[in-house]
């Protein structure tokens, strides 16, 4: 037996981590995991107001977050972010590719621009990322990379076509990384979160005018058999598990975190 103690595996002491758009919602709850675990965290943001602002919140956590404007769209500007970050805390060992958009149109009113935007942000961003930090991966013998996908990587739903058509193509990048990588000891997998409370939701959680719950917060927690929104804390310890040694011999997997709401055909009217 190897492992004298199965919880270091757990341990990303020495690790650096890039995590994408977590400046705030899923993307710095799991951050500030992988920086309890041990690692050294840089993360992106679009806003230059948003990294002083989320270096400072990284801060009041005890976490020094090393903080890039960069647009994850944006291959050169990219390169050079993952070559600042090697230069100055180490080659990354761990991505997550967080950052993310939705827009929430009816298919036949959704322009090609809307729906090139969010496949361009959700599907090629983590491709441009990925592709920056695998190389140095190669070279070093070992590398994590995990996708935030989606429910919507599974189902459809109304107004949600480009976003599911990029969360879909998202599941098949994580296999395909996996494949073509696995051999260099780089394990590419998934978190598939149900539906969290963050900014993103919030419009499909807003009280009503005359104060009742959104009919969306309603059907969604009839649909989760744990009866609730999941929070971002729910997604952190999946997150440090995917991105330590403990899931070495885990590989092309999405991991549903998402309350059951997969498992369930939904509570039935009373
Ligand atoms: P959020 O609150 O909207 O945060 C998204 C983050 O991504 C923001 O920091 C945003 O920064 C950043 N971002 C967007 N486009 C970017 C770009 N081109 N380059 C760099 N950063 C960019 O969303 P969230 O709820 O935390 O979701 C995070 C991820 O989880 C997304 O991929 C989302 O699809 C996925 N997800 C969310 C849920 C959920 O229920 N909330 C469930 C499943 C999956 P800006 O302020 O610049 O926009
Ligand atoms: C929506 C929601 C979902 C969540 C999440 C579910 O409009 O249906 O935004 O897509 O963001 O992706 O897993």
Known sequence: ????????????????????????????????????????????????????????????????????????????????????????????????????????????????????????????????????VIPSMVERGHGKIINICSMMSELGRETVSAYAAAKGGLKMLTRNICSEYGEANIQCNAIGPGYIATPQTAPLRERQADGSRHPFDSFICAKTPAGRWGTVEDLMGPAVFLASDASNFVNGQVLYVDGGILAYIGKQPK
Do not use: W
């Open 1 to 132: 037996m190897e492992k004298d103690n199965v919880l270091a595996s757990f341990s990303l002491e020495g690790k650096v981590a890039l995590v994408t758009g977590a400046t705030y919602g899923i993307g710095f709850g799991i951050a500030t995991a992988l920086a309890q675990a041990g690692a050294k965290i840089a993360f992106n943001a679009r806003k230059p107001e948003q990294i002083d602002h989320a270096v400072a919140e990284y801060a009041k956590l005890g976490i020094e977050a090393h903080g890039y404007q960069c647009d994850v769209t944006d291959e050169a500007s990219v390169q050079a972010m993952v070559a600042d970050i090697a230069a100055t805390l180490g080659p990354v060992d761990i991505l997550v590719n967080n950052a993310g958009i939705i827009k929430r149109i009816p298919m036949t009113q959704m322009s090609a621009q809307d729906f090139r935007q969010v496949v361009d942000i959700d599907l090629v961003g983590p491709f441009i990322v990925s592709k920056a």
